[in-house]
């Protein structure tokens, strides 16, 4: 089955934005619903945005995506990136949470999460992947 990796930005919405809770939630629901979908990724937020990659299997991430885009906990969806890949960089990960290391901040040299090019995007989760320990 091929497979697909969506990256987008988007602005968080109120506690979703700075709320520790609040991320905790998303990401336990998160990590639920992609073991059951069979989707990896990882979650960074960073100034009240959201950057996220998604891998898995095309039909299963168009599901997500259409949630994703009602989910009142963030609003402007970017989508970065969309492309067929041969393997998962978050394949570890059923979602993966990633906070702004040094290393990262240095990668986004200070641009704005919501301005931010694909090519960015694709090295700072690169980064992230390489930073986030292997789940026991």
Do not use: C
């Amino acid at each position: 089955m091929p497979l697909h990796r969506v990256i987008y930005v988007s602005d968080a919405v109120g506690a979703a934005g700075t709320s520790l809770l609040a991320i905790a939630e998303i990401l336990g629901v998160s990590e639920r619903n992609n073991r059951r979908d069979h989707l990896t990724g990882v979650l960074l937020g960073h100034n009240g945005r959201f950057l996220q990659a998604i891998e898995g299997a095309r039909t299963d991430i168009d599901r997500l995506m259409d949630r994703l885009r009602r989910d009142p906990r963030h609003v402007n969806l970017r989508l970065l990136s969309d492309q067929p890949i041969i393997s998962r960089l978050f394949g570890h990960w059923a979602m993966g949470h990633a906070t702004a290391t040094p290393a990262m901040l240095a990668l986004l040299n200070d641009e704005d999460l919501s301005a931010i090019s694909s090519a960015k995007a694709e090295a700072v989760l690169a980064a992230t992947a390489a930073s986030l320990a292997e789940p026991a």
